[in-house]
C-alpha cells in the first residue's frame, strides 16, 4: 500500500482476474469458478477494496501518508540543525557571548542559543595510580600528536585522571570538555552514547568541604571514544593544592575497569561552548514585564520591529506601534535605538509602552517583539486561510528549522479590531489552527482551520538552516559576524546532528530497506550478520555453522583488539549471546566460542633472478600476508590452497620458478593436509608459522 503512489493502479477487473488464476497455486480442490461460488464472492469483495483502496492512497493527505507508515512503526526522521562545540583560543580575558551571536563558515551561519560566559584555561592534567602520579598536562596543548594513557596501560579500579583549571563556570553550570583518543579500534556504535559495558567512572570536583561527586553526561562512554564530557559544577568549588598545579580541580575515578583496549588520550579541549548551524531570519522574544526594557539581537539593526501586548486574560494579543517622541496616546511604545557597536551596527533597543494603554503584567507572557531581516519583511504575509481541507501556502523561505517557526494569525473581533495569535505548527487543539510545516520545501498545509476562517496569516520567526552541510570536519575556523572580542575560535571536534526533514519517499525507501532486512536469525549469514553489529564492541570477523541434526549454531567470533592471537572475552560472549537471544529461533541453542589458531610452517626453494635485492624478504613477506586470517579478508576454516600460494610467488618478479614447496600444519587437530592443501577447522583461522625458504640465483 505505501508504494501504490509508484505503481499503476490495478482496476478491479484485473484483481479478480490475477485473484482467480492463483486460486490453482493454493488449492487442487476448489474447481468451482462461477458467481455462485462463496469463495468466489469473497474474492470479489477482496478484490473491489483492494481496487478503492489502491485507487484512494495516492489521493490521501499528507497526515494519512503519515500515520499508514506509524501503523508500520516508521516516523518521518526529523530535520536538525547540526551542532558544534567550540573553543576560543587566545582569548586575553573572559567574556560574554550573548544569545543569538553568528559566526560563519564559508556559506554556513552558526548560532548560540543561550548566553554564555567564555574563557578559562587548563593549567595540567594529571593520571594517579597506586605506584605514582604522571604529569599528561600537554595534551591540552593543541596539535599534540602523542597519546597518553589515561588510566595506566592496565586500568584497574581506583586509578585516577586530574584536570586543574583557573577557574570554574558558576555553580550548576556546565563545563565542557573534549577527548580526543588515539588509536581507537574499529567499534561499532553505541545504542546510548552514555552507556559503557567494560568500565564505570565516578566524577567529582573538590570544593570547601573535599570531594564531592558531581553529576556529568559522559558521551565518551568513560573515555572508550572521543566526545564530550559535560560536568555539573556545585557549590562552593575550592582550590586544591594536592598536585603540582594549584588550582579547581576535577576528577575521574575509576570504578570498574575492564576495559577492552586501554584509552589513550591524545588532547583534551576545556571550556567550550555550543554552536547550531542555522540563519534566523525572523525572530520572537518574549518579555514578562510591561514597563521600560531592552532588546538585544542581532536583527535589531535592521530596525523591522512589530510589537504585541496581552490586555486580558485567556485573549488574544494587540499590536502597539512604535512612537519615536512618545507623544502619541493609544497603543504605542516608545522607541529609542541602541548605541552601535564598535563596527557601526545597531544591536539594541530600549521600549517603553507610554501611550496610557499596555499589557497586563500579571498575565503569562503579555509582551511579544518579533524582528524581521530584510528579506522575510518583503514577503512576511503568506495568505489567508480560506478553511477548505489541506489548503497549501507556499512560504519565502525553504529549509527552515521546525522548532524555530511560528505564525502570526490576524483576525477581527466585533467592533472590527485586529486580533492577533502566534500558533506553531503540529499543535492541534480545540479551534486552534491546525497545520503542518513542510520544513524542506519551505510550504505549510492546513489541516484544520479551526476558528480562524479568514484570518490573514505572517511569519512570526523562522531560521533557515543547511542540513547535513552543517556537520563540519574538525578543526574548522569560525569567524564572529557579532561584535565579539578578539580570539581563535574553532572546534576540536566534528558538527554532529546535521540532517533534512525525511521526507515520504524517502521514508518508503527506509520501509522497503528495512522490510527486507531480516530480523530473526535463520540462516548462518544471518548469525554472523547479527553478531558483528553488536553495539559497543570491536569486532572482526565471525563464522557460523549451523548443526541441524542437534539445532545448534557453532558461531566464531573474532574481536578487533588483542594482538596476533585475540581472545574472545566474558564481556564480548555476554554482549553478543544477549544480541543473539533476541533474534534467535526458539529452539535454536547457539555456542559462542572464541577462535582457535594454527600455525602452517612453510618450507621450500625458490629460484630467483639476479639483480634483485633481498628477494628472500620479498617471498616470506608474500606467505605471510597470504597465510593471515587475521588481519585481511580469509573468514574462518577456509581451505588454503597450495596451488594459490605456489602460483603466487611464481608471479613474483623476483622469481624465475618453484623448485621445491610444502605446507605444513602445527596442529593436526584444528588443520588436516588433503593432497598439498590446508582444510582448517570451522572455528580456526590460520597464521604463518616458521618459514623457511632457500633462494638459488638463476642464470
Known amino acids: 500500500m505505501l508504494r501504490i503512489e509508484e505503481a499503476r493502479v490495478k482496476t478491479y477487473d484485473e484483481n479478480i482476474s490475477e485473484a482467480i488464476s492463483t486460486i490453482p497455486l493454493y488449492s487442487s480442490e476448489w474447481t468451482n469458478y462461477n458467481a455462485s461460488d462463496p469463495g468466489i464472492t469473497i474474492l470479489e469483495n477482496l478484490s473491489a477494496l483492494s481496487a478503492i483502496q489502491a485507487a484512494g492512497i495516492p489521493r490521501a493527505s499528507y497526515e494519512a501518508k503519515l500515520k499508514l507508515f506509524a501503523l508500520a512503526g516508521f516516523k518521518p526522521g526529523k530535520a536538525k540543525c547540526a551542532r558544534v562545540l567550540v573553543k576560543p583560543h587566545e582569548l586575553k580575558d573572559r567574556a560574554m557571548i550573548p544569545s543569538g551571536s553568528r559566526f560563519s563558515l564559508g556559506g554556513l551561519i552558526f548560532e548560540t542559543n543561550r548566553p554564555t560566559v567564555v574563557g578559562g584555561q587548563m593549567l595540567g592534567i594529571f593520571s594517579e595510580d597506586a605506584k605514582e602520579t604522571r604529569d599528561l598536562s600537554f595534551i591540552a596543548e593543541p596539535d599534540v600528536p602523542v597519546g ?22 558558576e555553580a550548576d553550570r556546565e563545563l565542557i570538555l573534549y577527548v580526543t583518543l588515539q588509536g581507537v579500534p574499529s567499534r561499532n556504535a553505541v545504542e546510548e552514547r552514555t552507556s559503557n559495558v567494560f568500565a564505570s ?12 561527586e558531581i553529576k556529568a553526561r559522559d558521551f565518551t562512554g568513560c573515555f572508550l571514544t572521543g566526545g564530550e564530557i559535560r560536568l555539573r559544577i556545585p557549590e562552593g ?40 548551524q542555522r540563519d534566523t531570519r525572523a525572530a520572537t522574544i518574549i518579555l514578562g514585564r510591561t514597563e521600560s526594557f531592552t532588546v538585544k539581537h542581532p536583527l535589531a539593526e535592521y530596525e523591522h520591529i512589530l510589537i504585541f501586548g496581552k490586555e486580558e486574560k485567556g485573549s488574544s494579543y494587540r499590536r502597539y506601534m512604535l512612537s519615536y517622541d512618545g507623544t502619541e496616546e493609544g497603543r504605542f511604545v516608545r522607541y529609542t535605538p541602541g ?33 524581521y531581516s530584510p528579506e522575510v519583511m518583503k514577503s512576511y504575509q503568506i495568505g489567508t486561510v480560506l478553511g477548505y481541507d489541506m489548503q497549501e ?24 479590531e485586529y486580533l492577533y495569535d ?77 540532517s533534512r526533514r525525511e521526507t515520504l519517499r524517502e521514508m518508503s525507501i527506509r520501509f522497503r530497506r528495512d522490510i527486507d532486512t531480516p530480523y530473526t536469525a535463520v540462516t ?7 553478531a558483528l553489529e553488536t553495539p559497543g564492541l570491536c569486532l572482526k570477523k565471525a563464522h557460523a555453522v549451523i548443526d541441524e541434526a542437534e539445532n545448534l549454531v557453532q558461531l566464531a567470533v573474532l574481536p578487533g583488539y588483542g594482538g596476533e592471537r585475540p581472545e574472545l572475552s566474558e564481556i564480548y560472549r555476554k554482549e553478543i549471546a544477549k544480541r543473539i537471544e533476541e533474534r534467535r529461533l526458539l529452539t535454536t541453542r547457539v555456542n559462542i566460542i572464541s577462535p582457535s589458531y594454527v600455525d602452517i610452517h612453510v618450507r621450500g626453494t625458490v629460484y630467483v633472478k639476479r639483480h634483485y635485492h633481498d628477494p628472500a624478504s620479498e617471498i616470506i613477506s608474500l606467505i605471510d600476508r597470504m597465510l593471515d586470517d587475521v588481519n585481511t579478508d580469509r573468514n574462518f576454516g577456509e581451505v588454503i590452497r597450495f596451488r594459490d600460494i605456489f602460483s603466487a610467488i611464481e608471479a613474483l618478479d623476483c622469481v624465475s620458478f618453484v623448485y621445491e614447496l610444502s605446507l605444513i600444519p602445527d596442529d593436526r587437530s584444528l588443520a588436516e593436509l588433503v593432497d598439498s592443501d590446508v582444510y582448517p577447522r570451522a572455528d580456526v583461522l590460520c597464521r604463518a608459522g616458521e618459514i623457511n625458504i632457500e633462494t638459488v640465483t638463476g642464470d
Open 237 to 276: 568549588a575550592a582550590e586544591y593544592d594536592g598536585l603540582p598545579v594549584k588550582g579547581y580541580c576535577l576528577r575521574a575515578v575509576l570504578e570498574r575497569a575492564d576495559y577492552d583496549v586501554a584509552p589513550r588520550i591524545s588532547q583534551v579541549e576545556s571550556f567550550l561552548f555550543e554552536l547550531w
Open 393 to 416: 501556502l507556499k512560504l519565502p523561505l525553504s529549509m527552515l528549522v521546525q522548532d524555530s517557526f511560528s505564525l502570526i494569525a490576524r483576525r477581527t473581533d466585533e467592533n472590527g
Open 422 to 498: 502566534f500558533v506553531r505548527p503540529g499543535k492541534k487543539e480545540e479551534g486552534a489552527l491546525y497545520y503542518h510545516l513542510l520544513e524542506n520545501d519551505g510550504r505549510i498545509l492546513i489541516e484544520e482551520a479551526g476558528d480562524y476562517i479568514g484570518a490573514d496569516l505572517f511569519i512570526a520567526s523562522a531560521a533557515i538552516f543547511d542540513g547535513e552541510k552543517g556537520n563540519v570536519r574538525a578543526g574548522s575556523e569560525f569567524r564572529p559576524v557579532s561584535d565579539l572580542p578578539k580570539a581563535r575560535w574553532y572546534t576540536p571536534g566534528p558538527g554532529t546532528g546535521g
Open 339 to 371: 548605541d552601535p557597536d564598535r563596527r557601526g551596527r545597531q544591536r539594541d533597543f530600549t521600549i517603553s509602552f507610554t501611550g496610557g494603554i499596555k499589557p497586563d503584567a500579571k498575565l503569562k507572557d503579555p509582551v511579544r517583539v518579533v524582528l
Open 148 to 169: 597518553m594513557a589515561a588510566f595506566g596501560d592496565t586500568p584497574v579500579a581506583g586509578n585516577t585522571l586530574y584536570f586543574v583549571t583557573d577557574s570554574l563556570p
Open 524 to 530: 548462518a549469514g544471518d548469525y554472523e550478520r547479527i
Open 201 to 212: 567512572v565516578r566524577w567529582e570536583c573538590f570544593t570547601a568541604e573535599g570531594w564531592k
